[in-house]
């Protein structure tokens, strides 16, 4: 299976050409909010599954030197996910509400698309 380093480079590049797509979409369609919102979603949930790749990077070295384990930060992951919807209610006139919740979870569709291309390709 892949490892988890692996599978946020590929969600980094993924991020790129999506941000890519929104600046495109932001620039020359009528729904520069609706793009704008996904793009700012997307980074933030780029930033929970980064947030989660060091957690687990850290959780693994405390199971193998059997130390005390730490959690995963969930409230951190919240907190930004949390933010970057204040920032869509605060400026509505810039980013599109729903928007951003759907970019916040764009990562984990790159991820669960991720490993079904990665079982289709090895089975």
Same mark, same amino acid.
């Given at each position: %299976?892949? +490892?988890?380093?692996?599978?946020?480079? %590929?969600?980094?590049? @993924?991020?790129?050409?999506?941000?890519?797509?929104? @600046?495109?979409?932001?620039?020359?369609? @009528? =729904?520069?909010?609706?793009?704008?919102?996904? @793009? $700012?979603?997307?980074?933030?949930?780029? =930033? !929970?599954?980064?947030?989660?790749?060091?957690? %687990? +990077?850290?959780? +693994?070295?405390? #199971?193998?030197?059997?130390?005390? $384990?730490?959690?995963?930060?969930?409230?951190?992951?919240?907190?930004?996910? #949390?933010?970057?919807?204040? #920032?869509?209610?605060?400026?509505?006139?810039?980013?599109?509400?729903?928007?951003?919740?759907?970019?916040? %979870?764009?990562? =984990? $569709?790159?991820?669960? $698309?991720?490993? #079904?291309? =990665?079982?289709?390709?090895? !089975?």
């Amino acid at each position: %299976m892949l +490892d988890l380093h692996h599978i946020f480079a %590929m969600q980094k590049k @993924a991020l790129f050409f999506l941000l890519a797509l929104c @600046a495109l979409g932001w620039g020359f369609t @009528a =729904y520069s909010t609706v793009f704008a919102g996904i @793009a $700012v979603g997307a980074c933030f949930g780029t =930033y !929970n599954f980064w947030i989660l790749v060091r957690r %687990m +990077d850290k959780f +693994d070295r405390s #199971i193998s030197e059997g130390k005390k $384990v730490v959690s995963l930060g969930s409230a951190l992951r919240f907190g930004s996910g #949390i933010a970057a919807v204040a #920032i869509a209610i605060t400026l509505p006139q810039y980013f599109h509400t729903i928007s951003t919740i759907i970019g916040l %979870m764009i990562p =984990y $569709v790159f991820l669960v $698309v991720g490993v #079904i291309v =990665y079982l289709i390709r090895n !089975n």
